[in-house]
């Protein structure tokens, strides 16, 4: 759980030392941030963490990422990310003065909208799809983290794959803006799913949630992936349903 939250704060002090460059006219849309070593070795973080906060940059259109070595390396700004940053850097750094009640909320209205239109995409690309039609071309990130979990021996070990899975379904919407705001949510409150498990004890209907939100996505079936993630919300977290 140390090393877990370690990661979280590197990850914030990451994207909190971007936008204080942005915002102080250090670096401009098309400059190259240092890459992944230069900026470990400034915050004395793992390179890991920092690749993690590149990814959402990445994500958010923030920054373009390229593979490169000496003055080549390191992710070029894109675009400069003033207000969509800050909201997102908020929502990391403030959801512990959010109720649970406040957050499961606004999970629930946006996994529900991620759930439908991963599923209307799915409808759209093939108009008689099968069970299983989003992994045509190979395992897809659901699929995976399904897999994980039902090979995790811990509830840090479930939650961690539980937190891939949902975040898959965000990214399946194709809103990258959704997707990195449920990353930033569900990390932010790993803690509370963990203890969520923990109170659950056995995991079971939560696999069988999450194998029935993975059918009616992959099928197609928007109005049944609605409802699939609502139940699975209620059965996590039962007192606030």
Not at 4 to 9: N, Y
Not at 42 to 70: D, H, I, N, P
Not at 82 to 102: H, I, K, M, V
Not at 183 to 211: P, Q
Request: glycine content about 6%; overall charge negative.
């Amino acid at each position: 759980m140390a090393d877990k939250a370690r990661r979280t704060r590197a990850f914030e002090e990451v994207l909190l030392q971007v936008e204080r460059r942005i915002s102080d006219d250090g670096l401009r849309v098309g400059d190259r941030l240092p890459g992944e070593r230069q900026l470990a070795e400034q915050l004395k973080v793992s390179r890991a963490s920092v690749r993690e906060a590149l990814r959402v940059l990445e994500t958010l259109g923030v920054v373009s990422s390229q593979a490169g070595r000496g003055p080549d390396a390191g992710a070029i700004l894109t675009s400069r990310p003033d207000s969509a940053l800050t909201d997102l850097l908020r929502l990391s750094l403030g959801l512990s003065s959010l109720s649970l009640r406040e957050v499961i909320d606004t999970r629930l209205m946006l996994e529900r909208w991620s759930a439908e239109q991963a599923a209307q995409a799915v409808r759209r690309t093939s108009p008689d799809p099968s069970p299983g039609a989003l992994s045509a071309s190979g395992p897809d990130a659901m699929t995976r983290a399904i897999g994980a979990m039902e090979a995790a021996a811990t509830a840090e070990e479930f939650v961690e794959h539980d937190i891939a899975f949902h975040v898959a379904i965000a990214e399946a919407s194709g809103n990258r803006l959704v997707a990195a705001v449920m990353r930033a949510l569900r990390d932010a409150m790993r803690r509370y799913a963990i203890e969520a498990v923990d109170r659950l004890g056995d995991t079971s209907v939560l696999r069988e949630d999450h194998h029935r939100i993975h059918n009616t996505i992959t099928s197609g079936d928007a109005a049944g992936a609605i409802d699939a993630v609502t139940t699975h919300l209620a059965h996590a977290y039962p007192e606030l349903f």
